[in-house]
T-cell receptor
Framework: DAMVIQNPRYQVTQFGKPVTLSCSQT?????MYWYQQKSSQAPKLLFH???????NEADTPDNFQSRRPNTSFCFLDIRSPGLGDAAMYLC???????????FGPGTRLTVT | QKEVEQNSGPLSVPEGAIASLNCTYS??????FFWYRQYSGKSPELIMFIYSNGDKEDGRFTAQLNKASQYVSLLIRDSQPSDSATYLC?????????????FGQGTELSVKP
């Protein structure tokens, strides 16, 4: 059974058209993360939620926003996607007791 | 100096051999270390974690940690073509809330039949 689910798996959007990616988890983990990964690069942390507390990385552009309405769901909003935002977006979850992060399958975003 | 360094590879080993993947880290206060396997086009999969000095074995995988040398490694015994992937070393930052991981650039492993 999938424990961290991301939808959609593939997303095509137009330059400047807002897009929302979703992540859900059945693990009841209290920490959720969003990463951006470009080809042949390491995952880059955008932000994370520790329960309801939002933590933004200092170099995450304002164009990226996130919402976590409850423990199970987390959303990544890209307000005005640029060509440079084309990437794999990864959601991960962890328990605060050990911080072992488990990734979802990712959403591949294409910007045309 | 990068916080977490790995040889980018590619590392090529014959089927059945031992693959040795290495990682060094710069923050001496780091306590938790993780190895992820990532197949091309897929997401990272957690395969090993280690918190204490020494060896930790799980099936064909052994993680080794030497905090004095700030070095962590992953050994894969009896390598199989299905082990061909990029292996990411990740170190949990001791200074941030929320378990932020610092990733290395990954080592590409190729196991030849």
């Amino acid at each position: 059974d999938a424990m961290v689910i991301q939808n959609p798996r593939y997303q095509v959007t137009q330059f400047g058209k807002p897009v929302t990616l979703s992540c859900s988890q059945t693990l009841n983990h209290n920490v959720m993360y969003w990463y951006q990964q470009k080809s042949s690069q390491a995952p880059k942390l955008l932000f994370h939620y520790y329960d309801k507390d939002f933590n933004n990385e200092a170099d995450t552009p304002d164009n990226f926003q996130s919402r976590r309405p409850n423990t199970s769901f987390c959303f990544l909003d890209i307000r005005s996607p640029g060509l440079g935002d084309a990437a794999m977006y990864l959601c991960a979850t962890a328990l605060a007791t050990n911080y072992e992060q488990y990734f979802g399958p990712g959403t591949r975003l294409t910007v045309t | 100096q990068k916080e977490v360094e790995q040889n980018s590879g590619p590392l090529s080993v014959p089927e059945g051999a031992i693959a040795s993947l290495n990682c060094t880290y710069s923050d001496r206060g780091s306590q938790s270390f993780f190895w992820y396997r990532q197949y091309s086009g897929k997401s990272p999969e957690l395969i090993m974690f280690i918190y204490s000095n020494g060896d930790k074995e799980d099936g064909r995988f052994t993680a080794q940690l030497n905090k004095a040398s700030q070095y962590v490694s992953l050994l894969i015994r009896d390598s199989q073509p299905s082990d061909s992937a990029t292996y990411l070393c990740a170190v949990k930052s001791p200074y941030n809330q929320g378990g932020k991981l610092i990733f290395g650039q990954g080592t590409e492993l190729s196991v030849k039949p």
